[in-house]
C-alpha cells in the first residue's frame, strides 16, 4: 500500500514536468512467471525511464496464447498508446492486429521473435544461431563422435523451431554425432530437471548434454547424482554462468540470449518516434559464446557474472548500442511513473 | 411477469453489470466507439464459444476438461487443411471440422459412459490425448484461413455499424444449434440428467445418450471456437489456449450450478463479455500486470458470492 501511494505521489510529480516526457509505450508479453521474460519485461521499463522520453507505459503481460495477444494489443490501440513493443507469441498469429495498429499510426516493433507483418519493425535474437553455435561447440567438444542428449524447450514454440534448425544444421556438419535422448523442457526447471535425472537413472549412454536454456538444473543433477560430468550447453542465464566458473569439472559453454532485447526494441521504438528511422525493418541481434575451457573464454565468463541478478535471468543485460539504462535501473525494474 | 424476472434475474444482473463496465468503459477512454466494441467482440468469441460447449456438458451434470485441447485441434486440422484450398473447398473444410468436433466430443462421452470412470478423470486424460493429436497434426503455428471465413467475424455488421459481426457470428452459431434442442425433448433429458440422473432415468430418459450427445455438443461448440481461434489468428495453433478455466469461470459467473441441472446459455456468454471487459478496463488503466490477474479472480469471487447471498434472501423472503 505504501508503495502504491509512494507510486503516485511519483506519479503526480511527474506529471508536472510530462512536457519532456510525450510518449506514450504498449507492451504485450504473453509468457509470465519466466525469468528470460521478466529480464525483458524490466529491460522494457528501465529504458522507457532512462531515455527519459516516454511519459507513460502501458503493459499487457500475461500468459496467453496468440488470440490473447490480438486483444491486448487491440486493447492498447484503444489505450491511444504512441508506440507498441510486442514478443510475438508466433510469427503470424498476431498479424491482424499489428496491421490495425500501424494504420491508425502507431509503431510496432516486434522483439525476440520476428512477425510477417511487413509495416512492423524487428528487432529479435538470432534463434537459428544460438542453437548451431552451442551445437557446433558441443560436438566439437565431444571430437566429433558420440550421443548427445538434446533438451528442447516447448514443443510448438516458434523460437524453438528456429532453434532446432540451427541444431539439425550443426548435426548435419558432424554424421558421427547421433541423439540419445530428444526430450522437450517445456522452458520449466522442474520438468528439465526431473527428464535429466530419469535419463541419468535409465543408464543410457550419452557424450554431451544440449539444452535450450534450462541449465543450472541439469548441472545440479550431474552434481547430486554423482555422474560423471559430460560438456554441457546452456543459455547466459545467471545461474549457470556462475556454475561454469565454480563447478568442479564442468566443461560448458554459454550462449548469449539477451532478454535486454526488450529494452533494444524500446529504444528502436523511441528513435523511430523521433523521426529516425532505422536503415531496415529487420535488425537480429546475434548470440556470441563463452565457454570456459580457455583462458579467453573464462575472462568473459568472469566478466559478465553478476552475484546480484537472479539466477534465472540472463546475464547479458544490456546491448551495445541500444540500451541507455545502467544495472542499478534494470535491476529495480522500475519504469515511468512508478 | 414477476416469475420470468425472478427466473432470469441472474442473467439480467450480468447484462447490467456489463453494461454499467462498458459505460465505465467510455470514462476510461472517451474514444472508446465502435473500433472498441469491435475488438472486444473478437477477443470474446472464442471464449464464448468454449463457454457455450462447457456450459451445455455443465448443464448435464459433466465438465469437460479437454475443451481447450480440442479447440487446439480443430484449429490446426481447419489451418493445414486450408492452406491453399478454394473458397468452395474451405467451405467443405469447416463443416469437415465441425464433424470432427462431434466425434472428439462422442469419444468423451462414450468413453465416461461405458468406463464408468468419472468424467473429470476420463476427460484429463483425454486432455493429453488431443494436445498430442494437435502436435502430430501441426508441431508447430502455421497453416491459413480462407478469407471468407476470416471476414465472417471482421468489422461491423453491414449496415448497423455499432453492431460487431464476431457478435453476429456467435448470437447466430448458438441460436442455431441451441435453441432447436433446447425446445425439443434433448433440451429436457439434457437438464434432465444434470440435476438427477437417477429420477430421469427412472422417468425413462436414456442416461448414456443423452450424456454421449452432450459431450458431443461440447465437441461441437470446441471446433467452433477452436475455428474461432484459426478465424482471428488467421493460422493454427497446436499448443491450447486459455480456454479450459476461463470457460469454467464464465459457466460459474453466468449462473449455471456445477453439479447441473440449473442455469442457462445466455448467463455464461454474458459472463465471457463481463470478464472480456474488465481485462480492457484493466489495460486502458495501465494496472500492474501482475496485480490484474488478482483484481479479475477478486471480481469474479465477488460477483458470485453477491449473487449467493441475493438468491439465499430471495428464499427467505
Known sequence: MKR??????????LAGMAAAQEYKIGISNTVQGNGWREEMVCAMKAEALASGKVASLNIAHRNTDAAGQLEDIRNLIQAGVDAIVVNPANAEGINAAIKEATDAGIVVVAVDQAVTEP??????????????????????????????????????????????KGFKRAMAEFPEITVAQEVFTGWQQDQGKQQINDIIA???????????????????????????????????????????????????????NPGSVGGAGVALAIQILDGKMPAEKTVLVNPALWENVTEEGRAKLAAAANPNLSPEWPVSVSIDGWTTYTMDQIIACKGPGE | ??????????????????????????????????????????????????????????????????????????????????????????????????????????????????????????????????????????????????????????????????????????????????????RAKLGLRLYAIGSDPLAAFRSGVPVGQTRIIAYALCGLFAALGGLSVTMGTGIGEPIPGPYLLASVAAVVLGGVVLGGGRGGILGPVLAVFTLRTVRMDLTLLSVDPNVAAIVEGTIMVAVVMFGAVLAARGRKG
Open chain 2, 1 to 182: 411477469m414477476r416469475r420470468w424476472f425472478d427466473a432470469n434475474a441472474w442473467t439480467l444482473g450480468l447484462a447490467v453489470l456489463l453494461a454499467a463496465l462498458l459505460l465505465a468503459t467510455k470514462l476510461i477512454q472517451p474514444g472508446f466507439g465502435v473500433s472498441g466494441l469491435d475488438s472486444l467482440a473478437r477477443a470474446a468469441l472464442p471464449f464464448a464459444l468454449a463457454t457455450v460447449g462447457m456450459a451445455i456438458v455443465v448443464l448435464a451434470g459433466g465438465i469437460d476438461l479437454s475443451i481447450a485441447a480440442m479447440m487446439a485441434v480443430a484449429s490446426v486440422t481447419g489451418a493445414v487443411l486450408m492452406d491453399g484450398a478454394s473458397d468452395g473447398q474451405a467451405a467443405f473444410i469447416v463443416l469437415g471440422v465441425l464433424g470432427l468436433g462431434l466425434l472428439m466430443g462422442a469419444v468423451n462421452g462414450l468413453l465416461i459412459v461405458v468406463s464408468r470412470v468419472p468424467d473429470i478423470v476420463v476427460t484429463l486424460a483425454m486432455l493429453f490425448v488431443w494436445q498430442g493429436v494437435a502436435l502430430l497434426i501441426l508441431n508447430a503455428p502455421g497453416g491459413a484461413a480462407v478469407p471468407w471465413l476470416r471476414a465472417l467475424s471482421t468489422g461491423s455488421f453491414p449496415g448497423l455499424d455499432w453492431l460487431p459481426r464476431a457478435v453476429v457470428f456467435l448470437a447466430l452459431v448458438t441460436a442455431l444449434i441451441w435453441l432447436p434442442i433446447r
Open chain 1, 202 to 256: 535409465a543408464g543410457v549412454p550419452f557424450q554431451g548434454v544440449w539444452t535450450s536454456g534450462i541449465d543450472n538444473v541439469i548441472v545440479d543433477a550431474f552434481v547430486e547424482s554423482g555422474a560423471p560430468l559430460v560438456p554441457i550447453v546452456g543459455a547466459d542465464n545467471a545461474g549457470f554462468v556462475a556454475q561454469l566458473t565454480s563447478v568442479e569439472g564442468l566443461k560448458g559453454a554459454a550462449v548469449t
Open chain 1, 4 to 13: 502504491l501511494l509512494l507510486g503516485t505521489a511519483m506519479t503526480l510529480g
Open chain 1, 119 to 164: 509495416s512492423a519493425y524487428i528487432l529479435s535474437n538470432n534463434q537459428e544461431e544460438y542453437a548451431y553455435l552451442g551445437a557446433k561447440w558441443l560436438f566439437e567438444q565431444m571430437g566429433g563422435k558420440g550421443a548427445v542428449v538434446y533438451m528442447r524447450g516447448a514443443a510448438g514454440a516458434g523460437a524453438d523451431n528456429d532453434r532446432d
